[in-house]
């Protein structure tokens, strides 16, 4: 101990780089967002094969179609970044860097949030390659410039990021990643389809306010239009539906973030 | 310099710590000695502001640890050797801990050459053997060339050549001017290389002294003033296989 180190202090940006340090220093979480690019362009690729001329899906439902397995990706790369930290035991030596504690989710937010939108994007690429065939055969354009396909193409990666911060929020609160997993599916999913057994005006409101509404992001306008007219809840269009899901980012973020700030960081 | 002060703890309602006041000065090794459970690892943890004390403070240089701006320049820590996803290299592990400070990579190759893990610090932390994780725990602790160095059994696991190594580190980093906080169970390490003990006993304060104090007092080696210290605050007590308690059929017959 010769050489005393210059003196230097924790920062955000310093924080932010050791949260992606974290981040693509872990197999599991780069395996995750390959493993979630590969899964939805095998299912849009599957959807594909059905897709015939006439009145059947546009160019881009086709490539967004893979978005309800990719969502099961993006909410294990948040619990693997939230809960993993805590399941590991890796929590002792990020928290007594950074005592002050928030830094640490809001980082983690951040790049979860980027890793997220970078795998949507490989998957909506990947997608894009595996669909190609199917959507010359069946004669459908893919127009970036059209504002629909625009607005899906977005909706895609939102509604992955989206749920990757939710996982993100109930891994610093359940600090278990089988149990954020198990909760997340639940939330996205399972209420979802149980409400669906028994529509009515109760029923239909429930499931506009769960997460799932997000996919609604990456609906096409037909599909919208029909899902408003059969509901007899809120019409909450495209956006609205991004807006519940991001309230429950942020909900379930403000919960971890309450759970990390008044508890005790222990195993 | 650490200071301790009427620090309790309690998880429900098992107490943890209760009122304990200790100090560990600068240019001092102090161990932290008390049976199983006794809250060594708990103070530790307090200290450093991963868990919230149920009463009492806890301060490095007069300030609560949560309120230093740089604290991995002021205290170093090595709570267990877990303390690293399994998944990470050290080399990443120690590189991210570093970045929050912005502390320099070439800080992060130093201390992996102090530690002797060079030949292993491109490899996941979860092959890593007891005595490799304990190495790396200590990197951690040094690595921000810190003020204050709290190590939980830092010695555990280790190799006799490691051993003898953490035993001339703290011995280096006290004459530094540095403090340190040790605990440990081994009685005849801390016999060579604790200036001072702090014993404690189900969360209470047993005794705080020099050593040659301690051991002066009750004529024999640390080992057997330690012994009679905690006697009553012993909470796990193995017995041996041939216990009488344990052959009630032959008492019966
Ligand atoms: N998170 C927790 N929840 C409940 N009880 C806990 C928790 N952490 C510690 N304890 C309890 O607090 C007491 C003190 O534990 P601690 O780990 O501080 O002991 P220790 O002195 O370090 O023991 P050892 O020498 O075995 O490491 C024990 O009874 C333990 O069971
Ligand atoms: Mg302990």
Not at chain 1, 159 to 168: D, E, I, K, R
Not at chain 2, 137 to 165: H, M
Request: contains cysteine; aromatic residues 4%.
């Amino acid at each position: 101990m010769t050489t005393r180190t210059p003196a230097t202090r924790v920062s955000f940006a310093g924080v932010l780089a050791a949260e992606w340090t974290k981040l693509v220093g872990l197999r599991s979480t780069l395996w995750v967002a390959l493993g979630t690019a590969l899964a939805a362009a095998s299912l849009a690729y599957g959807l594909s094969l059905f897709a015939g001329r006439g009145d059947g899906p546009t160019g881009v439902s086709l490539v967004v179609a893979g978005s309800v397995l990719a969502q099961t990706g993006a909410l294990a790369l948040g619990a693997l970044v939230g809960a993993g930290e805590h399941s590991s035991g890796a929590a002792t030596a990020t928290f007594t860097a950074v005592p002050r504690r928030l830094p640490v989710l809001a980082a983690q937010a951040v790049v979860t949030g980027a890793g997220a939108g970078v795998t949507a994007a490989a998957a909506l690429a990947a997608s894009a390659l595996a669909t190609t065939d199917a959507r010359t055969r069946a004669g459908l354009v893919l127009e970036l410039a059209d504002p629909e396909t625009a607005r899906m193409l977005a909706g895609f990666v939102l509604h992955l990021v989206g749920v990757a911060l939710l996982g993100l929020g109930l891994g610093a609160l359940l600090r278990r990643p089988g149990a954020v997993i198990v909760a997340g599916v639940i939330l996205l999913v399972v209420v979802d389809q149980l409400l669906a057994t028994n529509p009515g005006q109760v029923t239909d409101t429930l499931r506009a306010a769960l997460p799932g509404a997000g996919a609604r992001l990456l609906l096409d306008d037909a599909a919208l239009a029909a899902l408003d007219a059969a509901s007899r809840g809120p019409r909450l269009g495209a956006w609205g539906g991004g807006l519940v899901l991001a309230g429950w980012a942020v909900g379930a973020l403000a919960a971890g973030a309450g759970r990390l700030c008044r508890g005790d960081v222990t195993r | 310099m650490i200071e301790v002060e009427a620090l309790v703890k309690r998880y429900g309602s098992t107490t943890a710590v209760d009122g304990l006041t200790f100090t560990a000065r600068p240019g001092t090794v102090t161990g932290f000695l008390g049976p199983d459970g006794a809250g060594k690892s708990t103070t530790m943890r307090m200290i450093v502001g991963l868990e919230r004390p149920t009463a009492g403070t806890a301060t490095v240089d007069g300030r609560r640890y949560a309120e230093l701006d740089a604290p991995l320049h002021s205290v170093g820590v090595m709570l267990d050797a877990r303390s690293v996803h399994p998944g990470r290299t050290a080399f990443r592990h120690l590189l991210a801990q570093a970045r929050t400070h912005g502390i320099p990579r070439s800080r992060v190759d130093e201390v992996i050459a102090m530690t002797g893990l060079e030949p292993v610090a491109h490899r996941r932390a979860g092959t890593y053997s007891l005595g490799m994780g304990q190495r790396l725990g200590i990197a951690g602790a040094l690595l921000g060339d810190p003020g204050t160095l709290i190590l939980d059994e830092p010695v555990n696991g280790l190799d006799p050549d490691g051993v003898l190594w953490v035993r001339r580190l703290v011995r280096d980093l006290a004459a530094e001017g540095r403090t340190v906080l040790l605990s440990s169970h081994l009685m005849h390490e801390l016999a060579l290389c604790a200036d001072r003990v702090v014993i404690i006993g189900r969360g209470r304060l047993l005794a705080d002294a020099p050593v040659h104090e301690i051991v002066e007092r009750s004529g024999g080696t640390l080992e057997e003033a330690y012994l009679q210290l905690t006697a009553g605050a012993v909470q796990y007590r193995g017995r041996a296989t041939t216990s009488p308690t344990t052959t009630t059929a032959g008492d019966a017959r």
